[in-house]
């Protein structure tokens, strides 16, 4: 921007792009939280399909009811532990879904101010002309009166 041109409300401007950076930063801490989650998920996930593998060599071979019973209760511990996990992921994402709302919402709000800077650079960029077309009028009025 030239100089002579200032924005009335280049403070607000400022603490919108402020605020749609923090927002930037929370959508990005919340992708990766989801992230984590759905990683442990997906690793619960393997662990079940391993203990389920287990289960079906155990049941089909001769090994003793206390290993076959321990087999059982992993596997119900793993599947309530996928089942909560899936909770936790969904809340991850609800809550990632939050923060793409929140940054989507600051970035209008910052858009709107940038609008009203572009709009009122134009007019001032209008006046400066309006203010030479006049400076060189009178030069020109001064030199031909001199004449």
Known sequence: ????????????????????DEAKMQ??????????????????????????????????????????????????????IIESQQNI????????????LILVEAKKETRKFEKIKEKDFEVFQQNEQKMEIASIDQFVSHRNAQR
């Open 27 to 80: 959508l990005s801490e919340a992708v990766q939280a989801m992230e984590k989650e759905k990683n442990k998920l997906d690793n619960l996930e393997n662990q079940y399909e391993h203990a389920l593998q287990r289960w079906n060599d155990s049941t089909k071979q001769q090994f003793r009811v206390s290993e076959i019973q321990l087999t059982s209760n992993h596997i119900q511990w793993l599947a309530d």
């Open 1 to 20: 921007m030239p100089k002579g041109f200032e924005f009335r409300f280049e403070n607000l401007l400022s603490f919108k792009v402020k605020k749609e």
């Open 89 to 100: 992921l969904q809340n991850a994402e609800e809550n990632m879904e939050k923060c793409r």
